[in-house]
């Protein structure tokens, strides 16, 4: 099993532009996240999917859009990139929502 | 609002030295608590999930505690070895939309 898969890894962006981040998991969970971290921030929940065809807002949704592909993707999209979203995405899934989670590598943003 | 602190921020100890993680929150309302590990330019790993009813869990060298009635969890890492350095973070899930972490500490275990 892979687990939690993240592409790209690093990203580079100029201010508008936009971009789509890809989460695979292949456990067969049900529930899907992604977070962004920051220094000194701890990670903060962007969205969520609680299962296959349902999306909510977690802490920190503005500037963000999500797509539930299916039950194993989860992307995240920025529609016009902000310097503000400069920031490591961590895409998360869990068989339900309040059991562990497992999280992939990450994928580094910079936003100049 | 649930707040999550953990003290040190920081520690370095030599290698085989037992050591404590600390963790404290103001809200006692939780479903469970988790420790995690995140190595440098990696993602996180859980270590050990207590639930709101349980005490402390055990996995190998490392042990868990919780007091609710106080706010506070301890990470109890024996025996420490360098391939235990990391950031060790203390996340709550109290049921609402969002799990709460903490910010932290990291660990520097010396040969």
């Known amino acids: 099993n892979a687990g939690v898969t993240q592409t790209p890894k690093f990203q580079v962006l100029k201010t508008g532009q936009s971009m789509t981040l890809q989460c695979a998991q292949d456990m067969n969970h049900n529930s899907m996240y992604w977070y962004r971290q920051d220094p000194g921030m701890g990670l903060r929940l962007i969205y969520y999917s609680a299962s296959e065809g349902t999306t909510d807002k977690g802490e920190v949704p503005n500037g963000y859009n999500v797509s539930r592909l299916n039950k194993r993707e989860f992307s995240l999209r920025l529609e016009s990139a902000a310097p503000s979203q400069t920031s490591v995405y961590f895409c998360?899934?869990?068989?339900?929502?309040?059991?562990?989670?497992?999280f992939g590598p990450g994928t580094r943003l910079l936003v100049l | 609002k649930q707040e999550v602190t953990q003290i040190p921020a920081a520690l370095s100890v030599p290698e085989g030295e037992n050591l404590v993680l600390n963790c404290s929150f103001t809200?006692?309302?939780?479903?469970?608590l988790q420790w995690f590990r995140q190595d440098p330019g990696k993602g996180l790993t859980s270590l050990l999930l207590?639930?709101?009813?349980?005490r402390e869990q055990t996995s190998g060298r490392l042990n868990a505690s919780l007091d609710k009635s106080s706010g506070r969890s301890t990470l109890y890492i024996a025996a420490s070895q360098p391939g235990d350095s990391a950031t060790y973070l203390c996340v709550l899930d109290t049921g609402r939309r969002a799990l709460t972490f903490g910010s932290g500490t990291r660990l520097q275990v010396q040969p």
């Open positions: 809200d006692s309302a939780i479903y469970n």
């Open positions: 998360a899934s869990s068989y339900m929502k309040q059991e562990t989670q497992y």
């Open positions: 207590i639930q709101s009813s349980q």
